[in-house]
């Protein structure tokens, strides 16, 4: 089972960015995904969340609009769509796959090594 | 949102010697009608990232030594390393799945005095 995050960068406020994490090892459409941040020397934080065959989305609420999270099962991928990026958004953001089939009984059982997102003029 | 705040938020414990970290949320993640408590613990070591150690409150996940164990229920749960090894340096988290919206603790950092 592996999660390989990509897409990390240097941006510049208000920009965009798009993250994908390809998932491999397991049944990746029976799976509720995740992304959780990490800002340099700071603790874990739950971005955003997506069900495993639906189309059920659920974001933190400091995050609602400006990010946006999908999924494509024929490619085993996971996204995060990043729009008007702040500088508090800088943070090395993981990938996590759900524990569970249900997103409502999942911890996070796998993660990536994460990707590094900077949001600097 | 459940607000997660775990406690101390560093400990420094001999080698082989217990270290227990509290964690406590602001409303039950205990759901009635399973009596499950939706909780989990993780580990996270400098550089890597975080390792599932402990979910349902007390369920270790498969591989992790049974020096770590898992307790609580409710609002009120401990994480406890039995005998702490040098290789348990790392700062652990505990995080609420009860919700829709997960959220973590802010973690504590376990050292070796």
């Known amino acids: 089972v592996q999660l390989l995050e990509s897409g990390g960068g240097l941006v510049q406020p208000g920009g965009s960015l798009r993250l994908s994490c390809a998932a491999s090892?397991?049944?990746?459409?029976?799976?509720?995904m995740s992304w959780v941040r990490q800002a340099p020397g700071k603790g874990l934080e739950w971005v955003s969340s997506?069900?495993?065959?639906?189309?059920?989305?659920y974001y933190a609420d400091s995050l609602r609009g400006r990010f946006s999270i999908s999924r494509d099962n024929s490619k085993n991928t996971l996204y995060l769509q990043m729009h008007s990026l702040r500088a508090e958004d800088t943070a090395l953001y993981y990938c996590a796959k759900g524990s569970s089939g249900t997103y409502g009984e999942a911890a996070f059982d796998v993660w990536g090594q994460g990707t590094k997102v900077t949001v600097s003029s | 949102d459940i607000v997660m705040t775990q406690s101390p938020d560093s400990l420094a414990v001999s080698l082989g010697e217990r270290a227990t970290i509290n964690c406590k949320s602001s409303?039950?993640?205990?759901?009635?009608?399973?009596?499950?408590?939706?909780l989990a613990w993780y580990q996270q070591k400098p550089g890597q990232p975080p390792k599932l150690l402990i979910s349902?409150?007390?369920i270790r996940e498969s591989g992790v030594p049974d020096r770590f164990s898992g307790s609580g229920s409710g609002t009120d749960f401990t994480l406890t390393i039995s005998s702490l090894q040098a290789e348990d340096v790392a700062v652990y988290y505990c995080q609420q799945y009860y919700s829709i919206r997960r959220t973590f603790g802010q973690g504590t950092k376990v050292e070796i005095k």
């Open positions: 090892g397991f049944i990746f459409s029976s799976y509720a």
């Open positions: 997506i069900g495993g065959n639906t189309d059920t989305t």
């Open positions: 349902w409150a007390s």
């Open positions: 409303q039950s993640v205990l759901y009635s009608s399973n009596n499950k408590n939706y």
